[in-house]
C-alpha cells in the first residue's frame, strides 16, 4: 500500500541529512552520538564515525581553503551556513580575520552583482534565508509575513532586521533585488561580533524594481522586470510594509541599509520616532566618525567653535555625519545649531553646495547649503579650499 502523505513527508524529514525535525540531529551532523542516532532511526543511513566539533571544523576550514575563488569560498560558507548553521557560526568566530572579507566586503560586492545567477547554489531549494517583498506583492504583506511565521521555531521571532531595496548597494549603484547580499551578510558580522542570536535575524529585500536596464534584460535576473516606482509609490508601499513588520513583531530592531540617498533620510525622519530603528549609512557611519572626532578636537588644540570642517561628497553618509557633528557641536559645546550648522562646507560633483547654485538641490542637501557666499559659486574643490 502507498504510504500516506503525512506518513511520506515524516518518513523525509527523519531521513533529510540537513533537514532532521530534531535540533540535535540537524546541527551535530557527524557529532552525534551513536546512541542518539539508534533512537532517531539513524542507523545505517549516515556514516559510522562519530567525530567531535574540532574535527567538524578542521574539515569544514580544509574544504574552505580549497576554493580558489572569494566567490567560490562565499557560496561554500552560505551553503554551510543554511544546512549547519551551528557548524558555520563556530567557523567564522575561529577564524574571524579570514572569513569576515569573505562573508562581508569585499566579496559580497560581487556576490551581489551575481546574486541571480548564484542563488540556487546558497541554500537546498526552498530554504527560508530572509523575505523578498516584490512591490507587486505589498498588499499581500500580512499573507508573507504569516508565510515566515510558519518557516520558524515557536519563540523565534526576529529581534532585528536589516532591510534594504538593493537600490545604492556599497558603491555598485542600484542592483535591485540583488542586493539581498547586504541584510544577509551584515546580519552574519553582527551575530559573529555581537553575540545576536542567528535564528531571530531577518534579512529583507524590497524587491520594488531597478533602474539598471542589464539586470531588467538578464534572464537570469530573479527581481521583478520593472523600473522602480516615483516617490509617492514608493513610499506608500515601504510604509505599508513597516507597519506591517511593526505590527507582526513590535519589539523588532529595524535597520535601514543601502537605500537611495534622498529615500533613505525620507524613510528615517518618517520612522525614527514611530519605532526602534536607524539608517547605518546615516547614522551608523556618523557615530564612528564622531569617535574619531571628539578625540582629534581634544587633541587639536583649536576651540570647537572655531572648527571649519569640509566634506568632499554629500550623499547620505556624508550628510548623516555632518548631522552628527553639528548635534555634537550643540549637546556638548553649547554652540547654537545655526552657528554650528555654518562650520560645514560641502562639495558634491557641481562644486561647492550653495542656495543660490541654480540646481535643484536634493532634499538632504539642502540644510547645508551656504547663504553667504555672496554669489561666489566654487566649481571645483581647490575653489573652495582657496575661497
Known amino acids: 500500500m502507498a504510504p500516506s502523505e503525512t506518513d511520506s513527508g515524516t518518513s523525509s524529514a527523519k531521513r533529510s541529512r540537513s533537514g532532521s525535525p530534531d535540533p540535535l540531529a540537524s546541527t551535530a551532523g557527524t ?39 572569494n566567490m567560490e569560498k562565499y557560496m561554500f ?68 509575513i504569516d508565510n515566515y511565521r510558519e518557516s520558524i521555531a515557536e519563540g523565534d521571532e526576529p529581534e532585528i532586521t536589516v532591510i534594504t ?33 542567528p535564528d531571530r535575524c531577518l534579512p529583507i529585500v524590497l524587491d520594488f524594481g ?12 530573479l527581481g521583478i522586470r520593472q523600473h522602480r516606482p516615483a516617490d509617492k509609490e514608493f513610499y506608500d508601499a515601504a510604509n505599508k510594509v513597516i507597519d506591517a513588520l511593526h505590527a507582526a513583531f513590535p519589539n523588532m530592531f529595524i535597520q535601514f541599509e543601502d537605500f537611495s540617498t534622498d529615500h533613505a533620510f525620507g524613510l528615517l525622519d518618517h520612522w525614527r520616532r514611530r519605532t526602534l530603528c536607524f539608517n547605518d549609512d546615516i547614522q551608523g557611519t556618523g557615530c564612528v566618525v564622531l569617535g574619531g572626532f571628539i578625540s582629534a578636537v581634544q587633541q587639536a588644540g583649536i576651540p570647537p567653535k572655531d572648527q571649519r570642517i569640509l566634506f568632499v561628497g ?16 550643540v549637546i556638548e559645546h553649547g554652540i547654537p545649531e545655526q552657528q554650528a550648522k555654518a562650520m560645514f562646507w560641502f562639495v ?10 541654480g540646481d535643484k538641490l536634493a532634499e538632504h542637501k539642502v540644510y547645508f547649503a551656504r547663504h553667504d557666499n555672496d554669489g ?10 582657496e575661497y
Not at 554629500?314 to 557641536?329: I, T
Not at 558634491?348 to 547654485?357: E, N, P, V
Open 165 to 197: 531595496d538593493g537600490s545604492r548597494i556599497l558603491g555598485l549603484g542600484d542592483l535591485g533585488m540583488n542586493g539581498m547580499g547586504i541584510p544577509v551578510g551584515k546580519l552574519q558580522l553582527y551575530v559573529a561580533a555581537a553575540g545576536l542570536n
Open 77 to 144: 560558507l552560505s551553503w554551510l551556513r543554511t544546512t549547519n548553521l551551528n557548524l558555520f557560526y563556530r567557523l567564522v568566530l575561529h577564524n574571524l580575520k579570514q572569513i569576515a572579507p569573505v562573508i562581508y566586503t569585499p566579496t559580497v560586492g560581487q556576490a551581489c552583482q551575481e546574486y541571480s545567477h548564484i542563488y540556487p547554489f546558497l541554500a537546498p531549494p526552498n530554504a527560508v534565508d530572509g523575505l523578498y517583498i516584490p512591490l507587486t506583492e505589498v498588499d499581500n504583506i500580512a499573507e508573507i
Open 376 to 385: 561666489v559659486q566654487c566649481k571645483t574643490l581647490e575653489d573652495t579650499v
Open 210 to 221: 531597478t533602474n539598471t536596464e542589464r539586470y531588467l534584460e538578464d534572464p537570469l535576473y
Open 31 to 69: 557529532a552525534l552520538p551513536y546512541a542518539t542516532r539508534t533512537a532517531l532511526h539513524l542507523k545505517g543511513l549516515v556514516p559510522s564515525g562519530v567525530e567531535d566539533f574540532k574535527m567538524q571544523e578542521q574539515r569544514a576550514l580544509e574544504q574552505l581553503n580549497m576554493k580558489s575563488t
Open 314 to 329: 554629500a550623499g547620505s553618509a556624508g550628510v548623516g555625519v555632518a548631522k552628527q557633528l553639528v548635534d555634537y557641536f
Open 348 to 357: 558634491d560633483s557641481r562644486g561647492m553646495i550653495t542656495a543660490d547654485r
